[in-house]
């Protein structure tokens, strides 16, 4: 189980940030999992500390130098036990979803690359990185917000970390299915009711018609995941008990 999470970032203090903060702050505080960082400035010879240059062959903006990123990497993975894969926040790599996250927790440590820039010399991420991540099809500035969202998604799924254990068992996607909706008192708001069902006691029923609920939103909203979801026993008979979604309209 995940017990270390090292980081490279040329800004630390946004990922130690962290460390006040929800439920990875909790994490960290109660011993649950360690986080360091790591600057790639602390491991440069000349007075500007400088970490990036301008690309070969031309082009606009600067890429990370290969030996100050390099350095820290090396002293990340000779600082303690267990051994340690390194992977790196970047579009190309393999996207994050849940089974990514649960992969990850079973690891004992894990060092993260933030790159910044136009990117990282190539020669680092073939000799230094063992593999790729991305959050999504989008740009960011740098890797510290890919980090922070692979954290808090991978600190979550610790034993202990959370106050009840079924929350993540309950999560979307924690069995390919998005959540069901979710309500609290007052049992009316606007003219809105609660669902009857939830207010029934019948925690059999209940459960079957969080079911219907969560089939219903995926099959609406994530047709990607729907069409990839074969449905069991209880699935059929959930739907078959509860035909609709929810609506108060």
């Known amino acids: 189980m995940l017990a270390r999470i090292d980081v490279i970032t040329l800004f630390p203090d946004w990922v130690d940030g962290l460390k006040a903060l929800g439920l990875t702050g909790k994490a960290l505080a109660s011993g649950h999992v360690e986080l360091k960082t790591w600057n790639p400035r602390a491991f440069t010879a000349d007075v500007h500390r400088s970490v990036d240059d301008r690309p070969y062959g031309g082009g606009p903006g600067m890429v990370m130098r290969p030996e100050p990123l390099a350095c820290a990497i090396e002293a990340a993975r000779a600082d303690g036990a267990p051994a340690a894969s390194v992977a790196c926040l970047s579009p190309q790599g393999r996207r994050l979803d849940q089974d990514g996250v649960m992969e990850l927790v079973e690891r004992n440590r894990l060092i ?18 063992d593999e790729e991540w ?48 979710h309500f609290t008192r007052p049992e009316s708001w606007r003219g809105r009711a609660v669902p009857e069902v939830l207010t029934s006691g019948d925690h059999a029923r209940i459960a079957q018609w969080r079911r219907a609920q969560a089939l219903h939103r995926t099959r609406r909203l994530r047709p990607d995941l729907w069409s990839r979801r074969i449905l069991d026993p209880d699935d059929k008979a959930a739907l078959a008990a509860w035909p609709q979604e929810f609506s108060d309209k």
Do not use: K, N, T
């Open 134 to 181: 991305s959050v999504g099809d989008y740009v960011l500035s740098g890797g510290e917000p890919a980090a922070a969202v692979m954290i808090d998604a991978v600190v979550r799924q610790i034993p202990g970390v959370l106050g009840h254990e079924r929350s993540v068992v309950e999560d979307s996607f924690a069995d390919g299915l998005l959540d069901c909706p």
């Open 112 to 129: 993260l690359v933030c790159g910044r820039y136009e990117g990282i010399d190539q020669r680092v991420l073939d000799e230094l990185i």
